[in-house]
């Protein structure tokens, strides 16, 4: 018979989902180069849900993205206007959403969300206010306040385009 602590040591099942990929930042200046390594990789129809809750980090990492989706514009947390949109020189729209306000997935289509998509990039903070809204395919990040210079960052792929995005994203943040 096989004692237990043998099992536990001795499981080859891994501990991290590799599908996912987990970081704890250590200030905003490290949640923003972040960001930039995933704006980067980022195309028109690309879809990244934020969720967290209020001081989690969630438009620092936008602002991050942003910069690595080509953008020199200002980045700001859209709570009151709902949607403010980030240019690249190419034409190509980084829309920044914030469903925070939003009652439903209803006022979410409202505002043609398929339209954003053919034109750029959609960044969605508080997507799960907006669920029935969301492609079933996309980049889930979650973000956590762990202190006043931390946040733990949970990325997950939703669709192989999203798990072929953070393999991208894995190697050019983390080399592995």
Known sequence: MVSAPYLIYNNPMPIFDPKMVEFLSRGPEQTRRLGARLGA???PGDVVCLAGDLGAGKTTLVQGMAQGWGSLDAV???TF???NVYRRLNGENLHHLDAYR???AREAEALDLDQMLDNGALIIEWP???RGALPQ???WVGLDWVADEQRRMTFKPFGIHYEQILTEFRQRSFGG
């Open 41 to 43: 990789l980022l195309e």
């Open 76 to 78: 700001s947390s859209p």
């Open 81 to 83: 206007v709902l949607v």
């Open 102 to 104: 939003l009652r439903d």
């Open 128 to 130: 799960e206010r907006i």
């Open 137 to 139: 395919d996309c980049l």
